[in-house]
């Protein structure tokens, strides 16, 4: 027998359905239900590596570890990694298969074979399957080739919940407009409504629920608080339009900030969650930067991974960040370049198989690292672990450590430069002469405790908190079922999947 189906749908993009979906995959898991999440498809350039080397949304991969889980390609068969303003590389099951355009977005439709396969192999694995719909849960102009909303929910017959985001008002109009638009029979399969983000007493909140309840004819579930530094990984760099910089966390442990690290904003960065560990150190400010100006007084300047290194690397010399990491450098700052950050600090960047620009295309780099790079069009995507390989710099006072993560990039590197890592046995990314300067394929490197640490204190850190990444990733999780089991109607949603009461 096929495993119910929990749907979170939203009433808008970014109304917190990732983080609801994480949260409940582990109150579930925390009862001894065997859980997964699921994503029909997700648009985000924040990827993660299954342990067989298939390429899922970050997001998923998040949601597996809350669960329990090691990620599977299973619980995000349609991946669409944005590349330009109107184009996105395709991921089917885990595996890159071609170029999406918007004039011919209509395709997905032809997608649904994956997405139907992949949900009822979940289905088959586990009790329960909690998806995540895209977006807003109906959109006329997109409803006939939905692939990841209300077409989920109706072909697993899936008790559907509706989530709206109060802080950015409007959250009643929201759910009675979207109700108004479903047809018939996807309105019948929404069953509760859940408010999230809210800031205040929620007793005041009773007349406007009242009023929703009776003109929709269904319940409000619960009202979600707002949440500070929730602590986990983020499902796309719409979090980051709000604001550009992560404060440093003396909230935490009475420290003043002594570490100031700036990382490029590039319009298509990728996997930034890279730094999130460096955010939630007290003592460190992480700031997100889009203005030369903004690096001053940064001692690590990032460039991070993005699906589009030549139009970003262009619009970073567009707007002089070029010059101004040079001078930053000349003043003592060390510069750390990941996946396509790590490509930018080369000598040179060609793309004669027009992978991501026009066929021939080429471009000097910043030339900091002693590397040339060629795109090529088979994609790299596969976990490693190895150590720190240099013995120059700052960077070696890491050496020996070890380090893992995975890769994702389709790009070839190659060069003189000494190799900043080890991984599987092999060279990975450079260190320049001088040591200021180092760059690598490895995403996650920073997520590694050891090495993190042994670079912020080399830069000046006075941190002394030893909580591992791990223990404080645990831990948010089980803050958030904690925060979802207090503020949710979790025994009415059981009832309707025919769970087992606790």
């Known amino acids: 027998m096929a495993a119910p189906v929990l749907m979170v749908v939203g009433t808008a993009s970014s109304v917190g359905k990732s983080i609801l979906v994480t949260a409940l995959c582990r109150a579930f898991a925390q009862e001894g239900v065997r859980v997964a999440p699921f994503k029909a498809q997700n648009m985000s350039n924040n990827a ?110 899936a008790v559907t919940l509706l989530v709206g985001d109060i802080d950015r008002g409007g959250v009643f109009a929201h759910f009675v407009g979207t109700l108004a638009l479903m047809p018939p029979e996807d309105r019948a399969l929404v069953r509760g409504l859940i408010i999230n983000r809210f800031r205040g007493d929620e007793t005041l909140l009773a007349p406007a629920i009242a009023d929703v309840e009776a003109r929709t004819g ?30 440093a966390r003396a909230d935490v442990v009475d420290l003043p900030p002594s570490v100031e690290v700036a990382v490029i904003r590039l319009p298509r960065i990728a996997n930034f969650d890279d730094f999130d560990p460096l955010a939630r150190e007290p003592g460190v400010r992480l700031r997100y930067v889009q203005r030369a100006e903004d690096l001053a007084g940064a001692q690590l300047i990032v460039l991070p991974g993005t699906k589009s290194t030549i139009a970003d690397l262009e619009w970073l010399r567009a707007r002089g960040l070029d010059a101004a990491i040079h001078q930053r450098l000349a003043a003592g700052a060390h510069i750390l370049g990941i996946c396509g950050g790590l490509q930018m600090l080369g000598e040179r960047i060609t793309d004669d198989e027009g992978v991501e620009a026009a066929a021939g295309a080429s471009v000097e780099g910043l030339g900091l690292l002693a590397l040339r790079t060629s795109f090529v069009a088979e994609k790299a995507t596969r976990r490693v672990a190895g150590h720190v390989a240099t013995s120059r710099g700052t960077w070696a006072k890491a050496r020996g450590l070890a380090v893992s993560g995975y890769e994702i990039h389709m790009g070839r590197s190659e060069g003189a430069a000494e190799p900043f890592l080890t991984l599987d046995g092999h060279p990975d990314g450079a260190v320049s002469a001088d040591g200021l300067v180092g760059g690598t394929y490895l995403h996650g490197l920073l997520h590694n405790d050891g090495f993190r640490r042994t670079l912020l204190r080399s830069l000046g850190w006075v941190g002394d908190v030893e909580e ?30 025919e769970l087992p009461a606790r």
Do not use: C
């Open 48 to 157: 993660d590596v299954t342990p067989d080397g298939l390429e899922i949304g970050r997001a998923q991969a998040e949601q597996a570890a809350a669960a329990g889980l090691l990620a599977d390609v299973d619980m995000n068969p349609v991946l669409l990694k944005p590349q330009g303003d109107r184009t996105s590389q395709i991921v089917l099951d885990g595996r890159p298969a071609g170029v999406l355009t918007s004039a011919d977005f209509d395709r997905r439709a032809q997608f649904w074979p994956f997405v139907e396969g992949a949900l009822g192999r979940l289905r088959a694995k586990y009790d329960l399957v909690i998806a995540e719909g895209a977006g807003a849960a109906i959109e006329p102009n997109l409803y006939a080739t939905d692939i990841v909303n209300m077409r989920v929910a109706r072909h697993a017959h």
């Open 218 to 247: 269904v319940p409000v579930l619960g009202v979600i608080p707002w949440l500070d530094e929730i602590d986990i990984a983020e499902e796309d760099a719409a979090s980051l339009a709000g604001a550009l910089e992560r404060p």
């Open 468 to 497: 591992s990444s791990a223990a404080r990733r645990e831990r948010a999780f089980d803050r958030l079922a904690g925060v979802v089991r207090a503020h949710l109607d979790l025994d009415r949603v059981r009832g309707w999947l």
